[in-house]
């Protein structure tokens, strides 16, 4: 359950920065089909010009009957009977048919209208008419039809259903046309409500949205996934979380949150892992770990309450529905849980990571939903974390779960130089390394707590997204930098 | 002319990836004097324990006259009177004064108020009472104070007062002390305004927001003010831009914007250069660049419209007034400019870029404000910036001007791929290399066109910052590597 701003691992190994490394892309063949070019004897290329858009296609529909509309999107099918023809044209709000019978549009347009493939990039001029079996009620009878980039080939995939038809990597080379999968456009109109829910909700509790440097001079977790990079004359790395940043902003501001990539290096392949994910940060001044799960959970709440609200249409679809959710969440404290498993029969001593698998040993069903686990051995947990005062061998953190899925880890942070130079050296990190860090001690940094979440993994949870990469616009793995 | 997006060189150059770097940190040491700590002996350090803030500072009035409070923050000033002492305790909000009275609140807490420094962390028990000359009108007499984290220096700067007391390098180094000067609060509130405004009126325009990958295959722009990554066992870069990616996007869902952090290894020292920035990244399929220019210029004016209303307090202090403007914004075409400049006697022919000092000779007050370049030569711009049809010399171009300083770069964008092929291989540069890329224009790349915004450009114009470090949290440059 290492995953977000927690991880603890022996100082950064030697990076052994060889010479000039060859570019080695991933461009493995995507698997399509050449269309038949000699037959785009009509169908030509055009700029836009002077048309533009007159209507989406959520507004075409009967009230509009017998007005001129243009309308703009790409083909996602195509369907022809002979004497008629139907284009389905999709927009970013739904779809609208275009029904070209040869007996109303003449010879010619009738002839390019059959020319049209799917993928294509086109307008239509038209006037709209009632049709009950069309979406929304009605189809557009074209005048005019304008291709603006035609297909030069089939896909291989199709964008229309809800599953997805081939491997993820066949999709994820061609991750632009795959994007046109109904399915990736509700998932991420999905991820879309997520972002505001959480900037609105943190907005109301007085929290600033700040920057943070990506480059920084040094591992910020300990921790060897790292990616380094050439800083000038210098050795870099990229952030795997803004944890000091953001807590040293909580001297001037207070609370501050940031949703921003986030790197880790880590060599995995599993289906909830991403070299660059996007974190949601979160830390507040004046509080302590238990002041930051509250929030945190009541931040899952307005979440789900936004999505249910604001994306019916996408949870149809997906044919899912948000966990039903009461506060506070359930907690279950490390311990307590060690103790469970071992009852249970597993052999698990006290400060050992809890993973998933043995987890499952647990018959409560109170874990397929969110929880909390709480008061993690010190020992498991970075050097910023706070011990406990009464009990320092356990500290001020927490994990929050979804069934065997970590989304978020936080705590309470230690605020005094002297304690953190002391858990710095316990872990095996060199003070002199985070001067630049250290020396704002000096200034009165007030007592705080924060979290960090991963919003793919939140959304994998929501969504019930299988791989995380179906989480993100253009996944980073070990194995894929591209597209 | 050249920051935003649209930069064009030769390809990048070969990188001396040498062998290991050793890790040169700037730790320029910081001018402290440290305070006598065996003073200490009553202000010790506590944690927050059980206690929480019960009042914000802009809550502390009149009105409140004999009520109990907890204010919490830190000492921004003290002022020791013998017999009295004020301490000014700065939270989020503002501020509030307490007033410790030798007479009313006894020896011991008194000579614990008179140990008080500033930056100093602390928390305030006590009685509200009004008082005119305070802060807000009312003053708490303590009756505790609970220090959570005691200041052991006297900062090498003031933060109070308007303008910087020190060199700019002297405040980074101790930023996170820094952003307690309230010019800076009020910059960074203006900054949270001027995001909001940005996502609200795209929202509004059906506008969704994207994330894309920062660690990528090849140089976007050709160029090469590039930062080499090691990416497992592949060489990569950071981005310079989401360019085609935001484009790629448009394909499923027309209209994105991503506001994300770009990476420009830039080795400039001037004060408007940072190596990392933010970029503001619109993109909108069956458009122009006249659309979104249009679209850009009303952004503006909503940007504006929102500090106005949002930032009164911060305008006041910072002494400063948002532009007045009117749409649509003067337009220069490039070749009208050159002509101009040339009638003006200086030695520009027609291709060259057009520097800020040159741009002086022209005696036009509008150049003072907003206003866009237009049209630029096709050979100063990136491959995918679309010639013009009638005259392919020029481009479907603009920068977005404020005075001398580029806010905005846009254009209309290539939509096909035989086209893009063609001006890469005019450019330099290798279609291979981009192969991720153009597989995608076989499946209907819509029209589109689009702009990037640096973000920190247009808060340097709206609030009138000289150096643009401050107008980002923790800037990057090609000295600056920490905090």
Known sequence: MLFFGDTCKPLFSCLSLGSRLSVKLITSTVQTRLFNLEEEGLLK??????????????????????????????????????????????????????????????????????????????????????????????????????????????????????????????????????????QLGSIFRIRQTVVNAIREFLSRQDFIEVSTPKMIATATEGGAALFPIFYYDREAFLAQSPQLYKEQLTMAFESVFEIGPIFRAEPSRTNRHLSEATSVDVERAFADYGDVMALLERMIIHIIDSVKDRNKADLEFLEIAMPALELPFPKYS????????????????????????????????????????????????????????????????????????????????????????????????????????????????????????????LLMALAKIENIRDATFYPRDIDRLAP
């Open 45 to 182: 290329e055009e700029d836009l010009g002077q048309w533009r858009r007159t209507h989406y296609s959520k507004e075409v529909g009967p009230a509009m009957a017998d007005r001129e509309v243009v309308i703009m999107g790409w083909v996602s099918s195509v369907r022809d009977h002979g004497n008629i023809s139907f284009i389905i044209i999709k927009d970013m709000h739904g779809e609208v048919q275009v029904t070209a019978k040869k007996s109303e549009v003449g010879e010619q347009l009738f002839a390019l209208a059959k020319e049209v493939k799917e993928h294509t990039s086109l307008g239509v001029r038209g006037k709209v008419r009632p049709q009950e079996k069309a979406p929304n009620g009605a189809e557009v009878v074209p005048a005019e039809i304008k291709a603006f980039s035609v297909a030069k080939k089939a896909a291989p995939f199709m964008t229309t259903g809800k599953s997805s038809p081939v491997g993820i990597d066949t999709r994820l080379d061609l991750r632009a046309v795959d994007l046109r999968r109904q």
């Open 334 to 457: 490390y311990s307590d849980l060690i103790d469970k498993l071992q009852e249970a029969g597993e052999r698990i001593p006290w400060g050992d990571d809890i993973s998933p698998q043995v987890m499952k040993s647990l018959q409560d069903e109170r874990l397929n939903g969110f929880y909390f686990i709480v008061d993690w051995p010190t020992s498991t947990k970075p050097f910023y974390v706070k011990p406990k005062a009464d009990d320092p061998k356990v500290c001020e953190s927490f994990d929050l779960m979804y069934g065997p899925l970590e989304m978020s880890s936080g705590s309470t942070r230690i605020n005094r130089k002297d304690q953190l130079i002391e858990r710095m050296q316990k872990q095996g990190l060199k003070p002199d390394a985070f001067d630049y860090h250290l020396r704002v001690f000096d200034f009165g940094v007030p007592p705080h707590a924060g979290f960090g979440m991963g919003l793919e993994r």
